[in-house]
C-alpha cells in the first residue's frame, strides 16, 4: 500500500491551504483514511479521519476550521484548511487504517503558517 500526499506549503494566518492524499495498493477496501501531525519534540497527533461511509472525526482543536472528504472511487483523501493558525505548522501524515492490516503512513507534507 502507498499514500501519495500533496498540498500543505506556506500560508499567513487566516488563510487556507488543501492536502491531498491518494492511496493504492490491494487489500484498502473498508478503510479509514485520515490526517495526522506532528511538530519536532513533540508526538504525532491526530487531526482528521473519514470512513468509507462518511463518518468523520475531528480533533477539537480543528473543528470548525478543517473538512475532511474523500473519493472513494479514487481512495483519495483531503483536508481543506481554513482560518489557519500559526500552531497548525507542522509535518501532516496521511493515515490509512484497515481492520486487517492497521496503519499505513504517507511521507509528510510540510504546513507552515505564518502570523
Known amino acids: 500500500v502507498q499514500l501519495q500526499a500533496s498540498g500543505g506549503g506556506l500560508a499567513q494566518a487566516g488563510g487556507s491551504l488543501r492536502l491531498s492524499c491518494a492511496a493504492s495498493?490491494?487489500?484498502?477496501?473498508?478503510?479509514?483514511m485520515g490526517w495526522y501531525r506532528q511538530v519536532p519534540g513533540k508526538e504525532r497527533e491526530f487531526v482528521a479521519s473519514?470512513?468509507?461511509?462518511?463518518?468523520?472525526n475531528y480533533a477539537d482543536s480543528v473543528k470548525g476550521r478543517f473538512t475532511i472528504s474523500r473519493d472513494n472511487a479514487r481512495n483519495t483523501v483531503y483536508l481543506q484548511m481554513d482560518s489557519l493558525k500559526v500552531e497548525d505548522t507542522a509535518v501532516y501524515y496521511c493515515?490509512?487504517?484497515?481492520?486487517?492490516?492497521?496503519?499505513?503512513w504517507g511521507q509528510g507534507t510540510q504546513v507552515t503558517v505564518s502570523s
Open positions: 493515515n490509512l487504517w484497515t481492520r486487517l492490516a492497521g496503519h499505513y
Open positions: 495498493g490491494r487489500g484498502i477496501s473498508s478503510n479509514r
Open positions: 473519514m470512513t468509507d461511509r462518511a463518518w468523520r
